[in-house]
């Protein structure tokens, strides 16, 4: 059974930082295109940053470029993401998921991700 897990959230002031990271379990990992999603309440579900399988390419959302930093680590099935100089419009619940297609670009539409997290909350005060 596939297990995505997310942890790190929180409440932080305007500025600053926090880390998240998934863990996942019962997929061959490295095989995996990894995501972060979010969604605030009252809004759709909006694509933050991806991986590919091989850690070679990086996409971001325009919002979150040059603030935000998306890492894997295969060895221990894991993904992170550095966020940095937070604003309040980052304030959601972020969901890690995977997605098993062979991209050179990752996806960034919900759609085409086949296991998500439960979802962690970033809350960030003004």
């Known amino acids: 059974q596939v297990q995505l897990v997310e942890s790190g959230g929180g409440l932080v002031q305007t500025g600053g930082s926090l880390r998240l990271s998934c863990v996942a379990s019962g997929l061959t990992f490295s095989s995996y295109v990894m995501g972060w999603f979010r969604q605030a309440p009252g809004k759709e579900r909006q694509f933050v940053a991806a991986?590919?399988?091989?850690?070679?390419?990086?996409l971001y959302a325009d919002s979150v470029k040059g603030r935000f930093t998306m890492s894997r680590d295969d060895a221990k099935s894991t993904v992170s993401l550095q966020m940095n100089s937070l604003k309040p419009e980052d304030t959601a619940v972020y969901y890690c998921?995977?997605?098993?297609?062979?991209?050179?670009?990752?996806?960034?539409?919900?759609?085409?991700?086949?296991?998500w997290g439960q979802g962690t909350q970033v809350t960030v005060s003004s």
């Open positions: 998921a995977a997605d098993r297609g062979w991209t050179a670009v990752p996806r960034t539409s919900g759609n085409e991700y086949d296991y």
């Open positions: 991986i590919t399988w091989n850690g070679g390419r990086t």
